[in-house]
């Protein structure tokens, strides 16, 4: 690359349909309840997952399947409720505004006499959220939990795969075992090092990830 020439970021095109989605041992349990949403408990749940574990994918899926809106937790306004039966909420564990926690209040009882179901997404689980409203507290402190686990070697691998058909990389196969045994372990981790490789292969104009593309986006490790 010559000096002074701009490396552009090609699109990423995110694939977020149910196919896309990989059920490796770190998801089977909240992939099995979340599908099973008509016996979930007062018709709510959580899903609690890290940065990046995949909550907003699955909770994207159920919604479709269910034509329910996706709102954003700091969105809602006790005016303004979603006329729905089925409501995704994400990131209800943010340190909601007044107003927000008031419209997350109105939304569940809304829900609840409909008796439609909500689903909710969170790093942690509802006893740790810092709500100031006590009946709202107690509400979501009722709500089941389920919680997308840590990956394992094949979840980060599907991970890794997706990251890079995303951003239509296509890796040598040897390059996962080459990975998998350098990287952090996190979901966090995989998303920042495809993102790393994505820049290295674009520098050099190429797509094709290797194991030296890689090397230099682990800092030669």
Do not use: C
């Not at 809304?110 to 008796?115: C, F, G, Q, S, Y």
């Not at 009722?142 to 691998?157: E, F, I, K, N, W």
């Not at 372990?185 to 050099?204: C, K, M, N, Q």
Request: charged letters at 30%; glycine letters at 6%.
């Amino acid at each position: 690359m010559t000096k002074g020439q701009l490396v552009l970021p090609l699109p990423t095109r995110s694939a977020r349909g149910r196919e896309d989605f990989f059920v490796g041992p770190a998801a089977e349990t909240a992939v099995r309840l979340v599908d099973d949403w008509r016996v979930w408990p007062e018709g709510k749940l959580v899903l609690v997952g890290d940065e990046g574990a995949g909550k907003s994918h699955l909770a994207e899926i159920w919604a479709a399947e269910r034509k329910a809106p996706v709102i954003s937790a700091a969105a809602l306004d006790p005016d303004s409720p979603p006329d729905a039966d089925s409501v995704v909420v994400e990131d209800a564990d943010r340190g909601l505004s007044e107003s927000a926690e008031r419209g997350l209040f109105h939304l569940h009882n809304l829900i609840a006499e409909r008796r439609g179901h909500l689903l909710l997404t969170a790093r942690i689980p509802p006893s740790r959220w810092p709500i100031a409203l006590k009946d709202l507290a107690s509400r979501m402190q009722s709500a089941t939990v389920v919680r997308l686990d840590p990956p394992d070697d094949a979840t980060l691998g599907a991970l890794l795969l997706k990251q890079f058909t995303d951003r239509r990389l296509a890796p040598d196969p040897t390059l996962f075992d080459y990975l998998l045994r350098r990287m952090d372990r996190s979901y966090a981790a995989a998303h920042a090092l495809a993102e790393r490789i994505d820049r290295v292969a674009l520098g050099r104009k190429r797509r094709g990830v290797t194991v030296a593309i890689a090397r230099e986006a682990l800092g030669g490790q």
